[in-house]
């Protein structure tokens, strides 16, 4: 008897549908076969589902079973097809009908349950998208995929409790539908701003950059606290709106980095691969191509510690996501393309041993070793950062003395990150018939008509051109930060103290040889 | 333009004619004009320069160029291309000399001043011809024209046993004046310096110590190039700060009690307008706006 179950397959973002075509022949030897272009894990699908048969206490038929992964053509990979198989398998056995439009999706363990599987939140999109009103999934999948509204998601345990239901002995009902609004909003950063002494212009850098999603390079010696700064940001940064929250579970949910049970990621996503990561691990790939940690950072932060440690060519292949804000994953088989719009915050030492400028220890590095150093984060790398800050060795002596104030004079998270919520609104009004969320993503078309300048504040911007040798992209990136720091103030125009604060963050050309 | 100018020729600047071991041929480049060889100053130290003596170079070579002074240096980076820039900076004529053949710019990330100095009516030369490269022995055969086509020799900064103290000890076997910068005690480039002083060399504190040796007078004080603008409050408060210690951004508004935003504002105006400029994070007023 041959039956027909529905399934689907993901390929980076995109799913397909996928049938799942299970023949159990009463003639023949006993056997037991998969084809349509199985990978190894597929293949190992035909021990698990036999055993987890055997386990629920069902008879493993001895017949001649083939299933066929229909389109023939294109490879198969995952543990998801358990399900499909089993299923069939069963409904053939046990004689009974699998409902109509029906998606079957998820890993079998050997006793007969279901294990969480990844991608159920892009099966729940391709089910909407196609009209399909059930979708089977094992529960601890299931809040991952019940987040979107008019599919039917059905958690299932087990095959006994499948089968119960497929033979109408039990009532089961689908999984609540959630929005998005009832997932609890906690922010966790590893330290406060406010247990960070010192340091007020980088952690001013870090408002105006979490403000307007703009990139930050922080330069110092070891020990100033750049990594504890960057730690902090997540304590200073909105939740995702939405429609970013569906786009981050989304990748999350492909990659198989949604936790069991987890469902709608509501805090931005915070990655700090470090310098040995290899281009893949940062940018993605692979002979199926896998999300990077550029697209797992989506709307959040890439921190890249001792960024002038990572390779060249590392450093090199973020310029495209960095500018365009997703990037393509070409392989020979298959086009994968993932978002990868990201706030890219980086530190460095300024010179190899990193005590150049050090109030307090020498730097034993000669000029030339210097000057290699410093070309090691390349121009049009930098040219993409919108803000540069310097981030001076905090004296001891003065972190206890009266110069600094106590812990209380030193604002919190909490209230830095209610100004930054403001500014945010206000760009999301700006922004609302465009598409784009933030003043760093802005182009210069949005530039020229959100970006009004008066003639005072462009003569500014013109004189400090020529004496800060800015290039020309650095003009536009004084602009956009300039807008934040308006919108920060709740002003509708850049005024000239605006354009003024900006330019402390203008890429530092260090002429050493001047 | 470029040539070679023999030790015969009546143009071969008498002063470095009367040296011990004086240079068969000098090669150059630019426009040989006797007139540039008639006050020499050399201006000498470290490549390891610190931000004092960026500052000590700058604000000394900008006070004698007015009075005519031609800064003779080896073009090195560090002190002896600042010397260089300063004096082009502030319209005065330059000598660069070269350790290596006439054709060969040496170090080749330098090669913007190069080009200035050459637009500058200053001279590019060397006793070296051609794609020479320079090797150990040439620095200090080098350092003695240096000492020889100058009246004066200031070493700015120096560490022990360098370059710099070579040029100064020639200097001082040609009967040449020879000053010295004091600098602080704990810097190992004010070692050398200090060891001149010892020596006998004369101590610079103002320009106008090198000026009376060439019987220049200084008329009045000169005054920077960057027009004055008004200031508002903080600005003058950070001004007065700045002028007793270098301080950074955090630090200036620590102690004024404001937001780092505030003072962020006002330190960028004043870098626009030139008041300040900043160095390894701290902001300095620039040498000649008190003046």
Known sequence: ?514 | MQGVVKISDSRYPELLRRIDSPPQELYYKGTWDSDIFTNCLAVVGSRRMTTYGRQITNKLVSEVVPGGLTIVSGFMYGIDATAHKAALDFGGRTIAVMPCGIELIHPEHQKNLYRRILQNKGLIISEHKGNFAPVSWTYPRRNRIIAGLSQVTLIIEAAEKSGSLITARLAKKYKRRVFAVPGPLTSSVSKGTIQLIKEGAGIVSSANDLLTVYDIERDKPFKGIVPFIGLDGIEENIINKLQEEPLEIDMLARLFGLSVSKVGIAISLMQVKGILFEEAGKYYVREFYNL
């Open chain 1, 1 to 514: 008897m041959l039956i027909k179950v529905s399934s689907a397959s993901n390929l980076g973002l995109k799913t397909i549908g996928v049938d799942v075509e299970v023949n159990v022949a009463d003639r023949g030897l006993p056997a037991f076969e998969i084809v349509g272009l199985p990978s190894k894990a597929v293949d190992e699908s035909k021990q698990r589902v036999k055993t987890a048969i055997v386990n629920s206490n069902i008879e493993f038929p001895a017949k001649r079973i083939i299933v066929n992964l229909a389109p023939a053509d294109v490879p198969k990979e995952g543990s998801f097809y358990d399900l499909p198989i089993a299923v069939g398998i069963l409904s053939s056995v046990m004689d009974c009908r699998l409902p109509d439009e029906s998606l079957f999706f998820g890993e079998l363990s050997l006793d007969g349950t279901l294990r969480h599987t990844k991608g159920a939140l892009l099966l729940a999109l391709f089910a909407r998208e196609k009209g399909i009103k059930n979708i089977f999934v094992p529960k601890a999948s299931a809040n991952e995929a019940a987040i979107i509204k008019g599919v039917n998601i059905y958690p299932i345990e087990n095959l006994n409790q499948l089968l119960s239901f497929l033979l109408n002995q039990i009532e089961f009902k689908p999984a609540e539908y959630r929005e998005a609004k009832s997932f609890k909003k906690t922010i966790q950063a590893e330290f406060d701003m406010d247990e960070i002494i010192g340091q007020e212009q980088a952690k001013r850098a870090m408002e105006i950059a979490a403000s307007g999603g703009h990139n930050l390079l922080m330069t110092g010696s070891p020990g100033a606290g750049k990594t504890m700064l960057a730690r902090a940001l997540p304590g200073i940064l909105p939740l995702l709106t939405e429609e970013e929250s569906l786009e981050v579970t989304k990748i999350y949910s492909a990659s198989g980095r949604i936790p069991p049970e987890g469902s709608l990621i509501r805090t931005r996503p915070f990655r700090a691969p470090h310098h040995m990561t290899s281009q893949v691990g940062l940018i993605g790939g692979g002979s199926r191509p896998k999300a990077g940690d550029v697209s797992l950072a989506h709307r959040g932060v890439l921190f890249l510690d001792e960024f002038s440690e990572f390779p060249r060519s590392v450093m090199e292949a973020l310029r495209q996501p960095m500018e365009d804000g997703h990037l393509t994953i070409s392989r020979s088989r298959e086009r994968v393309n993932y978002p990868a719009r990201f706030m890219l915050i980086a530190s460095a030492n300024p010179c190899p041993c990193g005590f150049l400028f050090h109030p307090k220890k020498t730097c034993i590095c000669t000029q030339r070793e210097i000057e290699k150093y410093r070309k090691r984060i390349s121009g049009p790398i930098l040219d993409r950062i919108d803000l540069h800050v310097e981030v001076p060795v905090v004296d001891l002596k003065d972190l206890s003395g009266e110069k600094i104030p106590s812990k209380k004079g030193l604002e919190s998270s909490f209230r830095i990150r209610k100004r930054v919520i403001a500014a945010r609104k206000i760009q999301k009004m700006r922004f609302r018939d465009d598409d784009i969320y933030t003043n760093a993503e802005m182009k210069n078309s949005h530039i020229k008509r959100y970006c009004l300048l008066s003639k005072e504040t462009r003569q500014l911007l013109l004189q400090a051109g020529i004496n800060f040798q800015l290039s020309a992209r650095s003009y536009f990136k004084m602009i956009k930060v300039a807008r934040t720091i308006a919108d920060l103030e709740n002003s509708q125009d850049i005024a000239i103290t605006h354009m003024a604060e900006a330019l402390q963050y203008r890429p530092r050309v260090r002429v050493l040889e001047s």
